[in-house]
């Protein structure tokens, strides 16, 4: 390949994916030029046009292709305005009298023109897709219409297995709803690290929202003849796979796969993962459907967190008037501990502690009273009034790797200017948290880089990458708490200048 090098476990996120020069077999794809004479062909174009592929090369599409096809291309070619858009026609009749689906796009200086068979799978799809959304709309919070995108994916494509696997910030990633035939094991919950979708595919997966990998066991057909420069495929419907990932698929017992893209702006919020045991080669118009669908998809989420949002401020502004009454001038720490509840629902931490005037209270999950006046002596040297959050405490104080177990991350909110007094979040280990549910069986049969490929293995590499690390705090959450410290600040400066009126 371009790398140079074999691709192996520790060069992937360097694997130059869309520039292998090679597609799906199933379908057919031609290089064109600006004036339409074919410039490379897949070895697969010599049965979709009965002609070897030295003698496509240098003909002009125009005479490859029936009159209503060709003019179909010549309208799909006047509709393109960037570099970043396919077009797609279906149902189009070849020289063969082979029924075919068309994509084409511009890449530099070339076009890409691709061939797949029409499918049979497209009758349903619109309805589907218009119910689904109908359904999507009616589900209220976030986990809701995550919960119902498993269910309604996998209707219209059929897979025995839909999960929306979300990425978090350190980029690791969750399976956060799954919707799957019985018998399958369960992925709900489980984690990932990064690797598992290197760096480079994620930035593919946020130009292109649909990755279709057709039949797993596919040998892909080269593209012709060999350029010094490989054609750029990352648009290509028909791309082939890195052979790292058709490892893991093949290690996993998958046939097909498929992924959308939900975006949140120019981010990749997250994929809908698709796995089907056996090959399975939904039609183009069904994957445009799927990506039609993607795309309402991401901006429903966006309105239905949003909405979470304002749901959250109303909470914080709930939990203001409670803090009010809570923190007078002779707060007590038991008095803020009461609003615990509150709090978790608000910032999700397992177990929270106050320290007032040297007294502390504590709430579910934390460090004993001791180590937490050891964790304050720790903040005060930290302290500069503002908020403190890390995921591992014990990195920056190692005596935190004796209650990691109970407490690994903390978020500390001063409760004075001085900052002496702090209201502080804790949060547990994530790796005690997450455990694998599924069958402990080891795969039947592994490929050269051996089982570190299988989803068991790369939990088992999450949790050594996160070992001693809480959940992160989340910016929104980092927000909601410099939210309650002005809360707090503001109570106390009107209490200390109540206190000065009331001598003077
Ligand atoms: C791609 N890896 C992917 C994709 C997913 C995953 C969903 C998108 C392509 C697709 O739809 O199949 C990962 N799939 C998962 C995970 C689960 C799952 C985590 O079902 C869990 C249930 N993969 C590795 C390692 C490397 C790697 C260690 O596990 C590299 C060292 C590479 N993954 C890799 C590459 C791609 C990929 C290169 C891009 C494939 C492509 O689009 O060509």
Redesign the pocket.
């Known amino acids: 390949n371009s790398l140079g090098q074999t691709v192996d476990?520790t060069n992937?996120?360097r694997?130059p994916?869309h520039l292998l020069g090679m597609i799906q077999s199933h379908g057919c794809l031609l290089v064109l030029s600006e004036t339409l004479a074919v410039l490379h062909a897949s070895e697969t174009a010599e049965a979709w046009f009965r002609k070897a592929t030295s003698d496509l090369i240098g003909t002009s599409v125009e005479d490859l292709l029936p009159p209503a096809a060709f003019s179909s291309l010549k309208r799909a070619l006047s509709q393109l305005r960037s570099t970043t858009q396919v077009e797609r026609d279906f149902g189009l009749e070849l020289a063969t009298g082979q029924v075919a689906d068309m994509a084409v796009h511009v890449t530099g200086r070339t076009i890409i023109v691709e061939f797949e068979p029409s499918g049979d799978d497209t009758q349903r799809s619109d309805e589907l897709v218009r119910s689904a959304m109908v359904r999507l709309g009616e589900a209220r919070g976030v986990k809701e219409v995550l919960d119902e995108t498993t269910r309604v994916v996998r209707q219209l494509i059929g897979y025995d297995r839909v999960?929306v696997?979300r990425f978090l910030d350190d980029g690791t990633?969750e399976?956060v709803a799954e919707d799957k035939i019985d018998g399958l094991e369960p992925?709900l919950g489980?984690r990932?690290p990064p690797?598992?979708?290197?760096r480079q595919?994620r930035e593919?997966?946020k130009r292109n929202l649909i990755?279709s990998?057709a039949d797993v066991g596919d040998r892909p057909s080269l593209i012709q003849p060999p350029a010094a420069e490989p054609v750029d495929l990352s648009f290509s419907v028909l791309?082939s796979?890195?052979p790292?990932?058709i490892e893991?698929?093949t290690n996993?017992g998958v046939g097909a796969?498929?992924?959308l893209s939900i975006m949140r702006g120019d981010d990749l919020w997250g994929?809908v993962?698709?796995?089907h045991m056996t090959p399975r080669q939904l039609s183009l118009r069904t994957r445009s459907q799927a990506e039609l669908f993607a795309r309402m998809l991401s901006l429903l989420l966006e309105s239905r967190e949003q909405a979470a949002q304002v749901v959250d401020e109303q909470r914080v502004q709930a939990l203001h008037g409670r803090m009010m009454t809570a923190v007078s001038r002779d707060t007590k720490a038991a008095s803020i501990i009461d609003l615990a509840p509150e709090l978790t629902r608000l910032l999700p931490s397992d177990g929270i502690g106050v320290w007032i005037d040297d007294g502390a209270a504590l709430w579910g999950q934390t460090p004993s009273p001791e180590e937490f006046s050891g964790i304050v002596r720790f903040l005060n040297q930290k302290a500069d009034g503002s908020i403190y959050a890390t995921r591992n405490l014990a990195e920056v104080y190692p005596r935190a790797a004796d209650f990691s177990g109970r407490a690994a991350g903390l978020m500390a909110i001063p409760l004075s200017r001085e900052s002496r007094d702090y209201l502080v979040l804790f949060r547990r280990e994530v790796v005690s948290k997450v455990v694998w549910a599924g069958n402990p069986e080891k795969p039947a049969q592994l490929g050269p880089n051996g089982v570190?490929?299988t989803?068991r293995k790369?939990f088992e590499a999450w949790q050594e990458m996160v070992r001693g690390e809480s959940d992160p705090w989340k910016g929104n959450e980092r927000r909601i708490a410099e939210v309650l410290r002005s809360t707090i600040l503001e109570v106390i400066l009107r209490l200390t200048s109540e206190a000065e009126a009331d001598r003077r």
């Open positions: 476990l992937c996120d694997e994916i999960m696997y990633g399976v992925f489980l990932y690797t598992d979708i290197p595919a593919l997966y990755r990998i791309r796979v890195s790292i990932h893991y698929l996993m796969s498929m992924s994929l993962a698709c796995h570190r490929l989803p790369s």
